[in-house]
Each structure stands twice: as C-alpha cells, then as structure tokens.
C-alpha cells in the first residue's frame, strides 16, 4: 500500500470531507449551512465511489482509441462507479435542491434559519 | 399474466403524462391516476393470485436483455407479489381517500403520489442493490413531497428532518455499497447473498452500514424523531400512505437484505426492535394526539416486526406466517386508523368522542384496535401465538417477556383511547364531515382484517380447526342492529339454546358443569333484556361474542382454542363492560388486566407446548419444560379473570357500573371462566412445587383464603350497592379457589357446586339490586332505604339471594359450607379453613347492609311512589329462585351429580348419600329434613304468634319510639351511611387500599419513564440526526465488540 | 459543551467505524467482477464507445429512469411548494434588482452557444465524456444566466412540462419497446447498431440520451424558474 | 307416620322442659345479680308474669310483614337449635332431630334467627334497631373466629364432627371432659362463649340497662313475647351445646341443670366484674388473645 498514492489520498480525502459534511450537518444551527454540510458530505461520498473504481496506472474507460478495442479489461478503469456516481451526483443534485427549498419555505414561516427554532413538534 | 414491469412501466409512464395535464384537467388526471394504480394494483394481485392458487414459480424480469448481474433484475416471486399488492393497494385506496386533496393540489400532486408507489414497488422487486438505494432515494424525495401537501409551519419543519434524516441515512447506505461492490465486483443481491461473508473486515463494515441504513430507515427507537414528526404533521392521509407504505416496503428490504447478516448481526437487530417496540409504547403512553399516537404505535409495531427478522434463526419457517400476519395486521390497521383520523380532524384523543356521530367509523375504529393489539379473528392474533410458542421452544424467554410488556404497553394508550371515543362526552362537538371517497377505503380495509384473518386461520394448522360458528353468529348480530329490542332479544335467546341443544350430548365432565353455567345462565340473564326499550345497539353482537367466547372455551380441544375463545370473550365483555355509564376507565383496567392474564397465559401455554407433538389441551398433563413456570403462569392468568386478591382491583368498578342484566353476566357467569380454567389446569397438571418443596397450590390455597376475606370485607364497606355486590364476587371466588385448592373430592364437590349456586345467587342479588337502581336511580345504598314497601318482589329476591349467599341453612348455600368443614378437617388446612370460616361470618355484615339499607328502614320522601322493578327484570329472578328452593330442599340433586363427575379425578372421601342424607368422614346432614323440620317449626311458631297477635294493626312510617319524639324525615332516622363504623375503626387498617394504591403506582411511574424517555424527541431537527448518528456508532460497537 | 463533546465522540466513533473500510482498501491492479465483463464485451453487446455510457444507459439504465425519476419528482415536489405559495398572496411586486450592462449583453452571446455545447454534449454520449445528465445540466445553465441577466422573463411553464412530459414518456416507450423488439426493457438493441464509434451507433443510446437530456434541461430549468418566481412572494 | 308423631311429642316434651328451665334460669340469674348487687331483685318467677303480660297487651301494632315475621324467625332459630341438638347423652327421647345435621350445621343454624330477626327489626325503621343489628353482627364475626379455632381443634381431636360422638369420647371420667383434654379449644370456645351469651362486657348490641336499644327496640306484645320466648331457649340450647362439646354432656336432666348452670355462671361472674366494651374495643380484644389462644389449639392438635 502506497499511502501517498493518488487513490489512497483520494480515499482519504474524500472521508475527511465526508467527515467535515457530517460535522457540518451535527453541530452548525444555520439551516444552510447545515445544507452545506449535507452536500460536503455527498461530495465526499462521491469522491470516495471514484477512488473505488481506480485501477492502477489505467485509463479512462472510453473505447475511442483503436488500441483501447481490445483486451479493454486490462486497460481501462472500472466503469461502473463512474457510472454510480453520475447516479449518484444526480440524486444528491435532487435532494438538495429540495433541501434548499425547504430551507425557503422554513424561513419565509419564521424569518429565522436557526434550526432550533423549529421544534414546535416534539416528544 | 401481466408481466410486473408494467406495473413500474404504467407508473411511471402516467406519471410523466401528467405533466401534459393542466389546471383545469384535474379530474382527469386524477382519474387517470387512480386507474394506473388500480392497474398496478391489478397485476401485482394477479400475480398473488397466480402463486397461490396455481402454484406458480417465481418470475426474474430482466433488464436491457442481460442476465444479471451484469444488469439490473427485478424478481417477482410469492413475496414481492404479496407486497407490492399492499403497496399498490394502499396507493390506490390511498388515492381515493385523498381525492379532494389531490385535486385541489393538482397533477404535480399526483405525480408525487405515483412516485413514492412507484419508488416502493421497485424497491420490493428489485434485486440490485444500486438500483435499491436509486428507488429508495425516490420514495424518500416523494414522501418528502407527500408531506408538505398540507403546507404550514409543521409539515414543512418535518419535511425539512424528514430530508435530513433520509439523507444522512442513504449517504450511509451508499458508502455501504459502493465498499460492497468494491469487494466483490458485483451489486447484484442474490450474488452477495451466495458470497455471504468474506474474511476482510472491511467487506463486514460495509455490509454493517448498508443493513444499518435498512435499519434506520425503518425508524429504531431512539433515532426516529423525525418520523414522528412525519406521522404527527402530515396529512392523515398521507401519514397513512407513509405508515402502510413505507413502513411495508422497508420492512420487506430488511426481509430481503437478512442473510446478509451475520447470525450476531441478527440478534443485535432483534434488540434493536425489541427496544424500539417496548421503548415507542412507553413512549406513547402519555401522547395525547392522535396522529403522534398512531406514530408512535407505528414505530413500535414496525420494531415488533424487526424483532421477528432478527429472531427468525428461532422462528424458522414459521417467520414468513409470523412476520406477514402480523405486517398485514398492521399495514391494514394502521392506514385504517390514520385515515379515521383525517375524517374525526381531532388533535385530542380525548376529543374523538366525536367520533360517536358516526356509527360505522366507530365500528371501524374498534375493529382496527383490535387488530393492531392482536385479538381474534384477526390476523396478528394466530402471529402473536405463533411467535411465542417458536420463541419458547427455543427457550428465548426473555424476547417472549419483552414482546408481551410492550403488547401490553400499547393495549394501554389504544385501549384508553378506544374509551375516550366510545364514553367521553361530545355533546359540544360539531359533527364531522364524512365523505364516500374517505370512508369506502376504510371500510374496505376494515373488512379485509376479517378476511385475512379468516383466511390466516385457515392456513393455521391449529387454528383452522377452531369452531368460528359461535363468534360468526354474533357478528352477525350487528347486521340486524337496528331491529329493536325484542326481536334481538328473542333470536339471541333462540340461538343460544339451539347452540345449546346442539351441544349438549357433546359436554361432559367439567364442560357440562360449566357449559350449564354459561348457556343457560346466558339465557336466563338475557330474559332481562326484554325490559330494554328501542334498539339497544351494539349489545348483543358483544353479548353473544361473549357467550361465544366462553363456550369455546369448553369446546377448545387445543390450546390455541383455548386461548382464541379466551379472548374471543375478553373482546364481547369489554365492549360489554364499558356501555355502563361511568365504566370508562373500570374498563380500561378490565381490558388491561384481562390481557395481561391473557399474556401470562399465552407464555404458559407456549412453554408447556415446547417438544410437544400437538397442541391438544391433553399435553398440559405432560409438560415437559418448567412444568412450575407453566403452572404458575396458567394460574396467574386465570386468576385475572377470578379477580384473585391483588388482580382485583378492575373488579369492582367495571361490575358495579355495568348495566342492569350485564351486572349477572360479567359477575356471575363470566367470572366462571377463570374457575373453569382453573379446573382445567388443576386437573391436567396437578400440583407443583416451586424450588422442590412448595407447593403452588398450597400457596393458592391461601391465597383463595385470604382474598376470601378481604373481598368480604371490603364488601361490607362499600357504600354503593352494586360495588358490595362486586366485592362480595371477589370473596366468593376466593372460596372457590380455596375449594379447588384443597384437590380433594369434598373441597372440589364444595368448590363447583358454588360455583353454581353462585351464579344462581349473584345473578339473582345483581338483577334484583340493577331492578331497584333502574327504578330509584342510585346506587348508593343510603339514599334508598324501606323500599320493600314500593318493591317486595324485589325484596323477597334479595332475601333469598342473601340467605344462600351468607349460606346460612336451611337453604342450599349452606351445603357449600358444610362440605367446606369437611373438607378442611380431612386436608388439615385449619388455619386457612378458619379464615375461610371468618370470611362467611363477614358475609353476614354485607349482606344484612344490603338488604337493610335498600329494603328496610326508612323509606325516603322521593320513593313514595316509586315502581316495583320492570317485569321482565323480575321473571329471570324467580326462575332461579325456584331452581334455588329446589336446590336446598333436594340438595342432593345438585351435588350428586356434580360428585360423580369428580369421583374419576379424585375417588377417595366423596359423600355417602342415603337419600339426601349425606355422611362424609367427619359428620353428616340431611338437607330435605332440615328443609322440612325448619318450615314445621316456623309454620308452627307463626301461627302460635297470629294467633296471638291478630288483628294487629299497621302504622305509619314514624311512628316509633325515638327518644319521645317522632322523627320527622326520612333521611335523619334510616341509619345507613357507613353502617359499620365501629367495625371499620377496629380493624379498618386491612381495608386500606394498598393494593390499588400499589398498580395505580406502577401505571404512574410507567407514565413517568415514558414521559421521561421521550424528552429526547426534542423537536430539533439536529438532535436527531445526533440521534442517527450515535445510534450507528453505539450499533457498530455493539455488532463488532469494538475496535 | 455535553452537546458539542457527545457529538465530538460521535465524530470520532463514526471515523472509527469507517477506518476499516479505508484501512482493507488496495488499488487494483486489474478488472475484476462485472466490470470485466462490461470492458470485455461492452463493444460488442451494447456498441457504444464509452463504457460508462453503455453501463449508465443500457446495462444499468432502470437505474438512470430511476435517476431521471428523481429530478423529476423533485421538480414536481418544488412544483408542488411554490405552486401552493402562489396562492398564499396575490402580491407579485418584484424583488429583483436591475441587471448590470454587462451581463445582459454577455448573456445574449453566450446563451445560444451554452445551449449548442449542451446539446454536443447529449448527442454525443456514448461516444466521448458527456451525456444526457451532463448536456441537460449545461442547457439548464444557459437558462439560468438568462433568468439572472433578464429576470422579468417568463418562460413559459406550459412549454418546459410538455418536453419534460413528452421525452419521459418516450422514454419509458422506448424501455418498452424493448421487451417488444429485444432482450427486455430498457434494451437498445431497438434500433440498428450502426458502426463503432460513430454518431448512429450503440442503438437506443444516443435517442435516450437525447430524450435524458431535454428532460434534465427543462426539470433544471424548471427547477430554477419555480424558485424565480416563487421570489414575488417576498 | 308413628315415628313421626312419637318425634314430634318427643320434641314438645324437650321444648317445654328447656322452656320452663330457661325462664327459671333467667330469673334466677337476674336474682343472683341483683343480690350480688345487694339489692332485693325480682322474683325468681318474674319472666313467667313478664310472658304472660306480654301476650295479654292489647295494643298490637305492627311496621309491615317482615316486622311481623321477625319474631317467628327468632324463635324458629331458637327451637331449631334446641331440636337438632342431643340433649340428653344416651336418651333416644331427648336426641330430637340431632340425627339431620352434624355441629357443622349447629353453629350455622344459630345464624338463622339473628339473621331474620335483624331484617323484622330492620322494618321497624327504628334506627336504634338497626344500630343493635350492626354491633352484633360486627361483633359475632370477631367472636367466631376462636370459636371456628376451638370447634376445628375439637374436630381434630375426636375425628368427627358428629356431636353424639363428641359426647361419648368424653365420657367416663372427668378427666375425659374436652375442658381438660384440650384445654387450649376449651378455653377459646368459653371466650367466644361470653360474647353468645351476650352478656357483659359483650352487651352493647342489646344494652339492655338502658333506653332500650337494639333489635328489639319496636317490639312489644306478643311480638315481644315470642321474643322473650326464645330468650328462655336460645341460651338453653347454647349451654346444651357448649356442656355437650366441653363438659361431657349429660346424661340425665339433673346433670345438664347443674352443669348448664355452672356454665351459664361463668358468663354472669365475668359480665358483673367487667364493664362493657365498646364494640371496636370487643371486636379488637377477639382479634387479641382468644384469637392466639385459638391459633395455638391448632396447632397443638395438629403438631402434638
């Protein structure tokens, strides 16, 4: 294991990300911040599918060259994460733009972004 | 067959055409909507139709023309059939139910609805778990919509958690399987499912978070504020969609994704559910709206369901009947009530009393209450007893202790809320605006919990040969609800004796004893119905239910019968019970001791069934396992019934409250079916003995005593006629549970014979009191007075019913005592005999306050001209008093019989009768002679005093010697109130109410926990994703013991 | 400060939990699993030129309905939001200011080629980087320059459903058309195959790929809009 | 049919001894209490010319049938007790009806006049009358807890509970007597006696020294003679009882006046020494001593 490979560093980065979206989420009382956080944390998620799918010293899986049409496999990146995180960036794109509506909708209610203001639900 | 992809096809296609729709088009794209759904509904019922009666085989619906895993599949098999019809039936029903919403919201309101279907069915099918987390993302971003269709400050702050928290969770879940698909090439589920585990424990930790992010989404206590939130914001009839839904869908996810676990991992999950099911009941115990309650049961039931998952190593096969009966159960029950709730519109349980304008809502209400806490017929009923028998043969008592305190814990706030709708007052209240749309989904889902749970018995191996003749007839009593009284009457009467004579030559043993008990008792105490004016609704189906419950009782051939017919009758005397005036919360503590009885029962019959071959009732006699524990667990839950001291306390209240004729049915005749369980278990098990050397019986024989004397005592300090009558049960069953504990010929001769005269006595005391209150209007005794001027009937009636109670001779009660002498010297029992003996001596304290206070002294001012009792109250009560004077002049008629079905069980120091000369060990007694010799002498002496005092002449009221005045009111000259002060200043002390005191604490400080426990639902949408968080830290440590 | 420290252990739980994963990772040297399979016979079974195309669309293309699914859910959900405060208040005074110069005039250069480059960009998916989600996104940009140079414009709502309507339900006819025509839903082998590597090829891919990305482009648009207009509300 | 009759003349002859015998006794007690009192007292026949004035009133008032039929179950209760007693050990004439039921039915048949008597009372409307019923009825169930003791423990003892043969284990010598068989029964029995005898200081439920109070409260003429009727039977029989169960019974009707009439006097000596008790006080005092006195005859017997 190369620790300062790129894939390790991206692996790595992309979980200090997550982490810093999750401490977004858990301790920022601003409702867009929090927002923020959440897509720090996506993001990072993100970054670690595309460190999953490297293959060491390969290329894009992208068959345009006549070199890559054949024996692809020991040529190319793994495809599908690629795959999974378009998937993925698209649903975290869904999500928080909704989040951000809410986060409109919450604040036209009470002209506050403070999270602990809206807990008129409880117990 | 329509291949399943349609469904999604049909969705989603519908789904994007109603972008074409604009404002003004609605309707149709309402219609349109409903129709996708109901063509949804269509296919995925077909295919449920299809594996079930034609057996087919599970179907694989590829995608993109390869096999997998190199591309998605989606499988339609008997499982996903089943729940995408749920699903896609709840959508369609769903969809009507909000038709007016909908249609005020517009086509993008419609598209949501359809997406969150949508989302669900693929989420059953699919069998990739991308693909998985992609519809997962879909239901959540459409329930997220769902939510704010109602748009205020509320939904949209629990929309906002709502996003939060799924978020949070499915960006765990895909850091789960992105790791997974990492380790193993593949995303396909049946691929992980054949590589199971691999020895990198990274691959684990990535299978951990994919089933912790399953388990999240199905809300664990404590990290699920934000779906309380949900359930108390949204609209009902979304919170319905959600918890019908939703809660379905995930369920099956975690069903499907189970293998994966490890077998620890499985057992951490069945904690997790347990504590979520005990810890959301406790919970919702001190919520008071509605839609929150309904969350909170949610939550707990979906954590029962978790529960059985993870147990499912112990369940075996029998998981799939377990799991689904009682999911069904819950998804029927659940959108039922949410839906209640959106027509009653009430943010207060205490407010649904409202719900009373509406009959057949009411009707549903109920039946949905007793489907979520599992009574018969109703599907979860057969689960509940599946799960603990499979759990006991295991030997996991301690999820079968968990499971039952939070069954418990929920009967408590559904139960209580029940009674707020059927008693508390709504005369303020502005009915509410019913719908056909709202109510016609309702109705269906109601009828289906009688459907699948007809139809889940009838898959039941046991349960399919119970007898549901019995409780469909009483069903049908409501059918013919609205014919009046007379004619319900007479057909209730009529088939209680045709199921009589048609039972009859089956009965023997203790079943014709008791059979005769509870038929012709029915009977007789029916008779008293004719005095009820106009319709009386809603009396018979539960009077009959209750008949139907005890027969079965004595019908059950196995101990699922037993249990079924058990509660069969639990549910009729409730309903029963609780139609008394002020029975509201004497009802709730019926009910709530009735089921943990119920409960304690059902942990003993599951233990006494382990390494058994059969259910017969026959294998209580050869238990197996902790026969102690199955004694005692038995006995404990008949004692509930028999109101033994310390299980007491529902007692009074809910027979002193009951009406006039239910007063005898509740205290005379169904009080017997604890005795009647008794006898069953004493006969099947015999003895036993805890720790070697006690026995219970012993112990139960003092027990009997004790409360023996209590009851009576507290009878003779009650101020309120009826409740004297109630305390004086307590006493007498104590006596017979003294009886049956002494397992002698004469202490069971004595035991069951009273049991009988009991019935006849009681019956006849508590018609004849429920005769005067229904004329004078009060039951307290002090406020009556001299009213054998107005009622001698009545009078006479008590007279009799006091003679044989107080079993003073020569009437036939005292035959019970003479054998009980007996009885005693031949078991030894002296000490206790001589409590028992006290105990007859403090009957004759309450019982000449009974007749004293109401027949004798001063007649009141307000009663001069008051009626003898309406007739046909009357008429039941000198049947029995003829069959009572029958009884004590030929004694031997009652208890010859009643000796010879004993002899086989116990045939040694049975009487010798000459006659009706009796001779037992110790002494002798011949009952026709007594009979004749008392009557010559009193016939004698009353002529010798005419004779000597003819022509007497009768004065008024006041004219007696009081201190040289005359008194000049009633009220200052009927000594009455509080007639044994002297008594109470003397030993008083015992009838402190401890033992009240003593439940009423413990359903405080359970209150209290509750209270407690849920302050962490704090309403910030942060806290609770701290909640989530923490939750899948703490479950890791706990899954991998560290780091 | 119990808050802040229980969620500091929390933090470090979490980090803790994920440290495996980090910690069993390896880079791989080779293929394994699906994707070898996806690299060996991609060219042959689907004919598109970029895997991930191939894998987005054809090969896991429920999931890019699901996908679509979503955004159009989304936009329907915002829909549903700003739909209902409409009615809240007839107020519809503006609350934008004035557009500078520069802007506008940029933007009238600029919008007609980000609209071209996003449909490249769609068209040719399965060929180069790209795709419908992409080229959606980039058309969805030059819309919202437009509403920042110009934001008194309406667009017309009618028009932006009746696309994302249209292409999402050719799109599930299409997926349909599948199980007709070929191996199952979602199949692309509909159409011709045409020739490797060129612009009619990989059958249904470049027709789905053009449908994602008018779909994507007129829900982001749409999205963008809803949010415009919701602004009067103030 | 003969039987019959022979029974039913057998039966007159027993009831009118006991009668006679019990007015005298009432009447001679009353002297001895009067002259312990050092007053002059009654004539020892004074309850026969109080009978006889009774029944001669010629104001007779009744409050309504239950009031009328009081009496007669009060003295039904009385004659029964007598008649299903053996009076006289070893005598076919004086055994009566004792062949219907064992002690079992004895003691419970006792209850059968309270209880009517309590409810003719109770018609009355007279508060005093049902303040009477109250105390007595209070104190009766304190006072037959070590009579329940006493009565199990003689069971126990002979194996029986069959009066006849209670009599007949005793007989023979005086140490046979129960009193000295089991001293422990016997003494708890003659506790719970005093309160039978309603005597003080267990008087309070009739407290005949003063204004009358109790169940008799409304009575008078006949009515009220009947009553004092079976005031002659009703302690003769219980003395019966109590001589048969503890003292040997009797075998003639010299030995039963002389033991009944010991046994009557222990009443009187304890009601002249002690003052009357407050029915709390009595019902607690029951619960005291008599009770543990009862509780160690038991356990003698079932231990030793």
Redesign the interface.
């Given at each position: 294991?190369q620790l300062f490979?790129i894939?390790?560093i991206s692996?790595?980065v992309g979980?200090l990300i997550?982490?810093i979206g999750?401490?977004g989420?858990?301790?920022r009382?601003n409702?867009l911040k929090?927002v923020i956080g959440?897509s720090l944390?996506?993001t990072g998620?993100h970054i670690?599918?595309v460190a999953?799918g490297?293959?060491?010293n390969k290329t894009?899986?992208?068959?345009?060259q006549a070199n890559l049409?054949t024996n692809?496999?020991?040529?190319?990146v793994?495809?599908?994460?690629?795959?999974?995180v378009?998937?993925?960036?698209?649903?975290g794109?869904?999500?928080t733009?909704?989040?951000l509506?809410?986060?409109?909708?919450?604040h036209?209610?009470?002209k506050t972004l403070n999270?602990?203001k809206?807990?008129?639900?409880?117990? | 067959m329509v291949a399943p992809i349609y469904i999604i096809a049909t969705l989603l296609g519908v789904a994007f055409a109603l972008g074409l729709f604009g404002k003004k088009m609605n309707s149709m794209a309402g219609l349109l909507s409903v129709v996708a759904l109901g063509f949804a509904s269509f296919i995925s019922l077909e295919w449920l139709a299809g594996f079930w009666l034609y057996d087919r085989a599970a179907e694989y619906i590829y995608t993109a023309g390869f096999k997998p895993p190199f591309s998605i599949n989606l499988l339609m098999g008997k499982d996903e059939a089943l729940f995408t019809s749920l699903i896609n039936i709840a959508g369609f029903f769903g969809t009507v139910y909000l038709w007016d919403k909908l249609k005020k919201i517009g086509s993008n309101g419609y598209v949501t609805l359809m997406g969150m279907i949508l989302g669900l069915n693929v989420i059953i099918m699919t069998r990739d778990l991308f693909n998985l987390f992609v519809f997962l993302e879909i239901s959540s971003i459409a329930t997220a919509g769902l939510i704010i269709f109602s748009q205020n400050l509320k939904t949209i702050a629990a929309g906002f958690k709502y996003m939060l928290a799924t978020g949070i969770i499915s960006g765990i879940l895909l850091l789960g399987i992105i790791f997974m698909y990492y380790f193993t090439g593949t995303l396909n589920i049946d691929d992980f499912l054949a590589v199971h585990s691999l020895a990198v424990k990274g691959f684990g930790v990535a299978v951990f978070f994919v089933l912790i992010s399953i388990v999240l989404e199905l809300k664990p206590f404590p990290a699920n504020g934000w779906g309380l939130d949900v359930y108390e914001s949204a609209d009902s009839g979304i919170a319905a969609m959600i918890s019908a839904g939703t809660a379905t869908a995930s369920f099956f996810v975690m069903y499907k994704l189970l293998p994966l676990g490890t077998p620890q991992f499985h057992m951490v999950l069945a904690g997790i559910g347990l504590a979520t099911f005990i810890g959301s009941n406790l919970m919702g115990l001190k919520q008071t709206n509605p839609n929150r309650l309904l969350g909170y049961s949610s939550i707990g039931q979906v954590g029962l369901l978790v529960t059985i998952l993870g147990l499912s190593e112990f369940l075996g096969e029998r998981t799939t009947f377990i799991a689904y009966s009682i999911l069904i159960s819950h998804f029927l029950a659940k959108a039922g009530l949410f839906w209640i709730s959106g027509i009653v519109k009430r943010s207060e349980i205490k407010e649904w009393a409202v719900l009373r304008n509406n009959r057949l809502l009411l009707i549903l209400f109920g039946v949905f209450i007793f489907t979520l806490i599992g009574f018969p017929p109703f599907p979860s009923f057969f689960g509940k007893w599946d799960l603990v028998l499979n759990m006991a043969s295991n030997n996991q008592y301690f999820w079968i202790v968990g499971i039952l305190i939070g069954s418990l814990l929920e009967g408590v706030y559904l139960f209580r809320w029940l009674g707020y709708a059927l008693k508390l007052d709504n005369a303020e209240m502005p009915a509410f605006e019913v719908k056909w749309n709202k109510v016609l989904p309702i109705a269906v889902f109601g009828a289906a919990t009688f459907v699948v749970g007809y139809f889940v018995s009838s898959i039941h191996p046991y349960a399919k040969i119970i007898n549901y003749i019995p409780l469909a007839v009483a069903l049908a009593f409501v059918l013919i609800d609205f014919l009046p009284v007379y004619v319900k009457n007479t057909l209730a009467i009529l088939a209680m004796a045709y199921y009589y004579y048609y039972l009859y030559p089956t009965l023997s043993s203790f079943g014709a004893v008791f059979g005769a008990i509870f038929m012709v008792g029915g009977i007789v105490t029916l008779i008293a119905g004719y005095a009820f004016k106009g319709q009386r609704r809603g009396f018979y189906p539960f009077a009959l239910m209750m008949f139907a419950g005890l027969i079965g009782l004595i019908e059950a051939k196995t101990t699922l019968g037993f249990f079924y017919a058990w509660e069969v009758m639990t549910v009729g005397s409730y309903f029963l019970i609780i139609r008394g005036k002020k029975s509201m919360p004497h009802a709730l503590s019926y009910m709530l001791f009735s089921m943990g009885g119920a409960y304690l029962m059902l942990a003993g019959f599951a233990i006494a069934s382990v390494g058994q071959f059969n259910l017969d009732m026959s294998t209580l006699s050869h238990v197996l396992v902790h026969p102690t524990w199955v004694f005692i667990l038995l006995a404990v839950g008949f004692l509930t019934k028999t109101a033994s001291l310390g299980l007491h306390i529902w007692l009074p209240g809910a027979h002193a409250e009951a009406e006039t004729d239910v007063s005898p049915m509740v205290s005379a005749i169904l009080l017997k079916a604890g005795v009647f369980g008794l006898v069953t278990l004493f006969l099947a098990m015999g003895d036993q003995l805890i720790g070697g050397d006690v026995s219970v019986i012993y112990l139960l024989g003092w027990l009997g005593a004790i409360t023996a004397v209590m009851g009576n005592l507290m009878a003779a300090f009650q101020e309120d006629a009826k409740r004297l009558l109630a305390y004086s049960s307590v006493g007498v069953l104590g006596y017979i549970l003294f009886g049956l504990s002494l397992m002698s010929h004469l202490g069971w001769l004595s035991a069951v014979s009273i049991s009988v005269t009991h019935f006849m006595f009681k019956s006849l005391l508590f018609l004849a009191i429920g005769g005067v209150v229904w004329r004078v209007k009060t039951k307290e005794m002090y406020r009556m007075g001299g009213l054998i001027k107005r009622m001698p009937f009545s009078f006479f009636s008590v007279l009799i019913g006091i003679i044989v109670l107080a079993g003073l001779p020569p009437l036939s009660g005292f035959s019970g005592k003479w054998i009980f002498y007996n009885a005693v010297m031949a078991k030894e029992w002296y000490l206790q005999g001589a409590l028992i003996f006290f105990s007859g001596m403090i009957a004759f304290l309450y019982t000449f306050r009974l007749i004293h206070s109401v027949f004798l002294g001063q007649l009141k001012d307000e009663h001069r001209e008051v009626k003898e009792a309406p007739f046909w109250i009357l008429v039941p009560q000198y049947m029995i008093i003829g069959v009572l004077l029958y009884f004590s002049a030929i004694p031997n008629s009652l208890l010859k019989p009643i000796g010879k079905i004993i002899s086989p069980y116990f045939p040694t120091g049975g009487l010798e009768w000459t006659g009706q000369h009796a001779v037992s060990t110790y002494g002798y007694w011949n009952g026709l002679v007594i009979f004749y010799i008392v009557i010559a002498i009193f016939v004698t002496v009353l002529v010798w005093l005419i004779i000597n005092n003819r022509k007497a002449q009768k004065v008024k009221q006041f004219n007696i010697v009081f201190a040289a005045e005359r008194p000049f009111k009633p009220e200052t000259s009927h000594y009455a109130y509080n007639f044994y002060a002297h008594y109470r200043k003397a030993i008083g002390i015992l009838v402190e109410p401890k033992i009240t005191g003593w439940w009423e604490g413990v359903a405080e400080w359970a209150h209290a926990m509750g209270d407690k426990f849920r302050k962490i639902y704090n309403g910030n949408g942060q806290s609770y994703l701290i909640h989530i968080m923490a939750f899948i830290v703490i479950i890791y440590l706990i899954s991998f013991g560290g780091f | 400060m119990l808050r802040n420290s229980l969620i500091l252990l929390v933090l470090l739980g979490f980090a803790a939990a994920v440290f495996p994963l980090v910690h069993s990772y390896e880079a791989k040297d080779t293929l394994t699993g699906v994707a070898e399979h996806y690299a060996n016979y991609g060219k042959e079974e689907v004919g598109a030129a970029n895997l991930v195309s191939a894998v987005v669309v054809t090969y896991r293309g429920f999931d890019t309905l699901g996908e679509v699914t979503i955004l159009f859910l989304a936009s329907a959900v915002i829909g549903l939001f700003l739909k209902v405060s409409e009615t809240h208040t007839k107020d519809s005074r503006s609350v934008f200011f004035k557009s500078t110069e520069i802007l506008v005039t940029a933007s009238r250069l600029l919008v007609p080629m980000i609209m071209l480059l996003g449909a490249y960009i769609f068209i040719n998916g399965h060929l180069t980087p790209g795709g419908g989600f992409q080229g959606g996104a980039v058309i969805a940009s030059a819309f919202a320059l437009l509403l920042l140079s110009r934001p008194q414009k309406q667009f017309s709502h009618k028009l932006i459903s009746v696309i994302e309507s249209i292409s999402g339900i050719t799109f599930v006819f299409i997926g349909l058309l599948g199980i007709l025509l070929a191996g199952g839903f979602l199949d692309n082998h509909i159409f011709a195959m045409g020739k490797f590597g060129t612009l009619l090829s990989a059958g249904a891919i470049p027709i789905i790929y053009i449908l994602i990305g008018l779909k994507v482009g007129s829900e982001l648009t749409g999205i963008v809009r809803n949010l415009k207009e919701s602004q009067k509300v103030g | 049919m003969g039987t019959i009759v022979t029974k039913i003349l057998y039966a007159l002859l027993t009831l009118f001894i006991v009668t006679n015998y019990g007015l005298i006794l009432s009447g001679v007690v009353r002297k001895i209490g009067a002259r312990v009192g050092r007053r002059h007292g009654i004539r020892f026949y004074q309850p026969y010319i109080d009978l006889i004035k009774n029944y001669t009133f010629r104001t007779r008032i009744t409050h309504g049938i239950m009031y009328y039929i009081g009496p007669v179950f009060r003295l039904t209760g009385g004659i029964g007790l007598l008649l299903f007693l053996p009076v006289i050990y070893g005598s076919p004439v004086f055994d009566n009806f004792s062949f219907a039921g064992d002690l079992t039915f004895v003691l419970y048949f006792q209850f059968f006049g309270v209880l009517g008597m309590a409810l003719g009372a109770g018609e009355s409307g007279h508060p005093y009358s049902a303040l009477g019923v109250s105390r007595g009825l209070a104190q009766t169930t304190a006072m037959e807890l070590p009579l329940t003791l006493g009565v199990l423990a003689l069971a126990v003892q002979y194996h029986t509970l069959n009066i006849h043969e209670i009599v007949a284990a005793q007989q023979g010598s005086i140490l046979h007597w129960t009193l000295f068989t089991n001293p422990l029964a016997a003494i708890a029995m003659m506790l719970s006696f005093l309160a039978m005898m309603g005597r003080s200081p267990f008087d309070v439920v009739l407290a005949p020294q003063e204004i009358p109070i109790g169940p008799p409260t409304e009575y008078h003429s006949a009515l009220l003679g009947v009553l004092q009727l079976n005031r002659a039977i009703f302690p003769a029989a219980k003395l019966i009882l109590f001589m048969n169960l503890l003292f040997g019974g009797a075998t003639n009707w010299g030995e039963l006046v002389i033991k009944t009439f010991f046994i009557y006097m222990w009443s009187v000596f304890v009601g002249i020494a002690y003052p009357r008790f407050r029915v709390d006080q009595s019902v607690r005092w029951y619960f005291g001593i008599p009770l543990l006195i009862g509780v160690a005859a038991i356990l003698v017997v079932k231990y030793f």
């Open positions: 294991m490979s894939e390790y692996l790595v979980f997550l982490l999750i401490w989420i858990l301790t009382k409702i929090m959440f944390f996506d998620t670690i599918i999953l490297y293959v060491r894009a899986p992208i068959l345009d049409q692809t496999a020991q040529k190319i793994d495809p599908v994460p690629q795959a999974l378009l998937t993925a960036i698209v649903i794109l869904g999500v733009a909704l989040m509506v809410y986060a409109m909708k919450l036209n209610e009470k999270i602990e809206y807990n008129d639900l409880k117990w | - | - | -």
